[in-house]
């Protein structure tokens, strides 16, 4: 075989393995999302081409799945974790940043081992507290339970930025007479913007995508649209084109968002292990 | 100077006060309800102190405690070795800068991006014996599992549950390989290929010695959130068929929120936090080996 015929087939051995990476990684996804389109006996023919209708999409928001509610739900509880969180992180990153606490480091590889801790040791004390404080079914409590997780990530991530931002600058500024926090609102918050948006887009995908605080914590009310995928599973069956209509919800905002995803949600999940 | 002192703790506060009633508070008060007897449908209150029972019951007299910790296991053993090895086929594959690539990348980002709750009832539709698009391909390729309910079969249950993880998982840490792979110096790659090394020598004698830091991180974290993988049993296989699946997690969230076992179901929550926090020390450890 010469040099160039080897080349040729090694360049379309590559291409069909690319190609076919992308149909398994890919493929489940846009069938999910077809599946929302289709009509239900579509569904049950699996078939590949359709004529696409809306009508699950209507039925998904109709009794009883109530689709608009619980997107409704999901929205104000990631917004919420979002807004509480990243203030509270960033104020705690510029001062394991900037400043050194007894006991050093531990502090801060501290707010990092709490990513360990497996959720399930934290639902059981925290659904008897909400339960005491009559706060089960509320959106608050979905998204005190998110902050135990987004909190100490997000101020590990910011952290990152923060340590790289030189100290002159903010100084400059104390030395021009503003106060130390005038310096961090003016300086260092729109310099560490990066790292916040980074943190940002974490927090926004871990709220959104959880799962198991909200199945335990939720019953009707505040029920989020990851629980009400269990309720496509009614006692007529499993209404399968409603869970892909909900599926394409939920996927969405991660379609909108992948490219900052691949930029920076894998970056932040490993950030100060891998650089 | 005397305010700038102070500021670094109000600044922390806030965090501080999140973390303590979010994490610390419930750590503290699941080591104490595990030493009572409480089942939280029978009385609103904690129930009478117990001592060590819970735990003696957990290793003494709990089949159903040391099946899951098999079924964790053998879930964490396959969806870890599976995971890396095509994670790093994908980022050899992949890396690399053309638009087509780039492209590709993040096109696979997306089951990554999905939550775990929506990839378990997916792969549960796919996974349909009459009208499930992976069923379909699996009877074409294997006809004798054509039409079988295949989430009905412990073993196969089991290895659609690891699948699905590796799906899910894949992608990540291929991107974390393929940014170890960048960062490799190229002059001791380009020497051993001047030299006549075949691909394959080449990764293996050349690339994997110096990626081994990263590998062992990714082994670490896979471990960890193999251990801790609950979402997507719940929606893929609720532990079944039977208890074939029922992964330690799980185990717990079944005696806390289905048999309101909060006592036990605290016992042994505890003992997988304790191997998390053995696994978590090694990571730490790593990590401050590297920013000290």
């Not at chain 1, 690319?18 to 023919?45: C, H, N, Q, S």
């Not at chain 1, 696409?52 to 974790?81: C, H, K």
């Not at chain 1, 030189?166 to 104390?174: C, G, R």
């Not at chain 2, 089942?39 to 019951?57: C, D, K, S």
Request: net charge neutral.
């Amino acid at each position: 075989m010469s040099e160039s015929t080897r080349r040729m087939i090694g360049k379309w051995a590559r291409g069909i393995a690319i190609a076919l990476v992308v149909l398994v990684f890919f493929g489940p996804i846009l069938w999910i999302m077809a599946t929302a389109f289709k009509e239900p006996r579509d569904v049950y023919a699996l078939k590949v081409f359709f004529t696409p209708t809306l009508q699950n999409i209507y039925a998904s928001f109709d009794t009883p799945f109530f689709v608009g509610e619980r997107t409704w739900n999901s929205i104000v509880v990631t917004m919420g974790t979002l807004v509480l969180s990243l203030p509270i992180a960033t104020a705690a990153a510029y001062a394991f940043s900037r400043f050194r606490f007894p006991g050093g480091s531990v502090w801060s590889l501290g707010v990092l081992a709490t990513q360990f801790i497996p959720p399930v040791i934290v639902i059981i004390p925290l659904f008897v507290a909400f339960r005491h404080a009559n706060l089960l079914d509320t959106k608050l409590a979905l998204v005190i339970a998110n902050m135990s997780f987004v909190v100490p990530y997000a101020i590990w991530m910011i952290k990152g930025f923060i340590d790289s931002i030189p100290l002159d600058m903010e100084e400059a500024a104390q030395i021009d007479g503003a106060s130390r926090l005038r310096a961090i609102w003016d300086v260092v918050v729109p310099m560490a913007l990066p790292g916040i948006a980074t943190a940002a887009i974490f927090c926004f995908v871990v709220s959104w995508n959880e799962f198991f605080y909200a199945l335990v914590l939720s019953r009707q009310d505040a029920t989020t649209l990851q629980v009400g995928l269990m309720s496509a599973r009614t006692e007529r069956g499993d209404a399968w084109e409603i869970m892909a209509a909900m599926g394409l919800i939920i996927i969405l905002p991660m379609l909108v968002l992948s490219r900052f995803v691949q930029k920076y949600f894998a970056k932040g999940l490993i950030s100060g292990s891998v650089r | 100077m005397a305010a700038d002192r102070l500021l670094k703790y109000w600044l922390i506060a806030p965090a501080f006060l999140v973390i303590a009633a979010t994490l610390l508070y419930p750590l503290v008060a699941a080591l104490w309800y595990s030493v009572h007897d409480w089942n939280i449908a029978q009385q609103a209150t904690l129930g009478p102190f117990v001592g060590l029972e819970n735990y003696t019951r957990v290793f003494a007299d709990d089949p159903d405690f040391w099946h899951s910790i098999r079924v964790t296991l053998v879930f964490t053993a396959f969806s870890v070795v599976l995971t890396l090895v095509l994670a790093m086929a994908l980022a050899l594959l992949l890396t690399g800068g053309d638009p087509m690539r780039v492209y590709v990348r993040t096109l696979l980002v997306i089951p990554f991006a999905m939550s775990p709750a929506l990839l378990g009832i997916s792969w549960r539709f796919l996974l349909n014996p009459e009208f499930g698009a992976f069923s379909a391909v699996i009877g074409f390729v294997f006809p004798w599992l054509k039409g079988v309910p295949l989430l009905a079969d412990p073993t196969l249950a089991m290895i659609a549950l690891i699948a699905s993880d590796v799906w899910h998982w894949t992608p990540y840490f291929m991107l974390m390989f393929i940014g170890a792979l960048a960062a490799l110096p190229q002059e001791t790659v380009e020497a051993a290929q001047v030299d006549g090394a075949g691909k394959l020598r080449v990764f293996y004698e050349i690339m994997l010695p110096q990626l081994r830091p990263v590998l062992a991180i990714a082994v670490l974290l896979k471990a960890i959130f193999s251990l801790k993988v609950l979402d997507q049993v719940v929606t893929l296989t609720a532990g079944g068929p039977g208890t074939a699946t029922e992964t330690l997690a799980h185990f717990v969230f079944q005696t806390a929120f289905r048999w309101y076992d909060l006592g036990y179901a605290a016992a042994v929550a505890y003992l997988l936090a304790a191997v998390m926090a053995v696994l978590a020390g090694i990571y730490s450890r790593y990590v401050m080996e590297r920013h000290p």
